[in-house]
């Protein structure tokens, strides 16, 4: 089982990318940075869904997953856009032949969706803070 968890990631390889700098300024971004990113992991999964594999995709979509949070804590988005938005900031980091990295984000775009309610509630104080 092991040779196999470890042939998969190596399959993966990884793949580099650039995000755009984010439009907020500075002073907004130290806000939103002392009072989230560092109370919440950007990646993060289940303990009952870690892995290798899991962690070489939180590797690959660590950008994704900051954006995500940072995206959570701006006043003014919603959570439906953040969420759209992580889905293609994943699809991006994947790269463009990348079949098995696109399914992966796509799971982790469905567990956002229907699982982070919670994180978009929390992140309430932080936008208004935060404005």
Request: aromatic share 12%; charged share 15%.
């Amino acid at each position: 089982m092991r040779i196999f968890v470890v042939a998969i990631v190596l399959m993966f390889g990884s793949t580099a990318y650039a995000f755009e700098r984010n439009p907020y300024s500075d002073q907004y971004n130290d806000c939103i940075s002392q009072n989230w990113a560092s109370e919440y992991p950007a990646c993060s999964t289940p303990p009952y869904a870690n892995s290798a594999i899991t962690d070489h995709f939180n590797d690959i979509f660590d950008h994704a997953c900051v954006d995500h949070d940072r995206c959570y804590a701006t006043h003014g988005e919603s959570k439906s856009d953040c969420d759209t938005r992580f889905l293609a900031n994943m699809v991006q980091a994947c790269g463009a032949l990348d079949t098995i990295c696109h399914g992966a984000a796509s799971v982790y775009a469905g567990a956002v969706a229907v699982g982070a309610q919670s994180a978009w509630d929390n992140a309430a104080g932080i936008r208004e803070q935060c404005r």
